[in-house]
């Protein structure tokens, strides 16, 4: 199971860190990926981690502003949003998927990356 939270309602250039608690998985060899679905548009992926050695890879639309990291004693994963825009308006959404055999050395940003998703959480960014 998948919780995110953290979304609301931020000013441009404001910052949100959105929350995503995994529970009820067996072994600790996973990745966890971010997602965002603007009106309109596709789930894109903006980041991911992967707890194994706590690799990151972030979308470049996000680069430099958003910083994924994880508390791993709590299996949860945070995504800190900073100078947060207009265009970051959207649903986001965390994904896991186990990471037996997949390399840490490329990033898993696509929606069939991953198995399990957990509910959206809304960020909206006010101009």
């Known amino acids: 199971q998948l919780q995110a939270s953290g979304g609301g309602l931020v000013q441009a250039g404001g910052s949100l860190r959105l929350s995503c608690a995994a529970s009820?998985?067996?072994?600790?060899?996973?990745?966890i990926g971010w997602f965002r679905q603007a009106p309109g548009k596709e789930r894109e992926g903006v980041s991911c981690?992967?707890?194994?050695?706590?690799?990151?890879y972030y979308a470049d639309s996000v680069k430099g502003r958003f910083t994924v990291s994880s508390d791993n004693a709590e299996n949860t994963v945070y995504l800190q949003m900073n100078s947060l825009k207009p265009e970051d308006t959207a649903v986001y959404y965390c994904?896991?998927?186990?990471?037996?055999?997949?390399?840490?050395?490329?990033?898993?940003?696509?929606?069939?990356?991953?198995?399990?998703w957990g509910q959206g959480t809304l960020v909206t960014v006010s101009s």
């Open positions: 994904g896991f998927r186990y990471t037996y055999y997949t390399s840490s050395d490329q990033p898993l940003l696509r929606i069939d990356d991953y198995d399990h």
């Open positions: 009820g998985f067996t072994f600790d060899d996973y990745a």
């Open positions: 981690l992967f707890r194994r050695d706590n690799n990151t």
